[in-house]
């Protein structure tokens, strides 16, 4: 994910949405904004699939999110 092309490919992502890369940074502090949508993903998980709980899934994407910091600090 942290490669130099996929940081360029977001860059240009986020540059044709008019999407300030800054805000990659603030997804952990909306953490309970989305909680409640939980919900919706869990009734569309197939039966015997093993769903983890909403946190579980949060923490992974601020995990992914931190490593792209370099993006928005500079």
Same mark, same amino acid.
């Given at each position: 994910?942290?490669?130099?092309? /996929?940081?360029?490919? +977001?860059?240009?992502? =986020? &540059? ?10 603030? +997804?952990? $502090? *909306?953490?309970? =904004?989305?909680?409640? $949508? ?10 015997? =699939?093993? %769903? ?6 949060? /923490?992974? *994407?601020? $995990? ?6 370099? %993006?928005? &600090? +500079?």
């Amino acid at each position: 994910l942290s490669t130099k092309s /996929n940081l360029e490919l +977001i860059v240009k992502v =986020f &540059e044709a949405k008019r999407v300030p890369l800054r805000l990659i940074g603030e +997804i952990k $502090n *909306v953490r309970e =904004f989305h909680r409640s $949508n939980f919900l919706a993903v869990k009734d569309t998980v197939r039966p015997g =699939f093993t %769903l983890y709980d909403y946190d579980f899934y949060f /923490n992974y *994407v601020v $995990n992914i999110c931190e490593k792209l910091k370099s %993006l928005w &600090e +500079i």
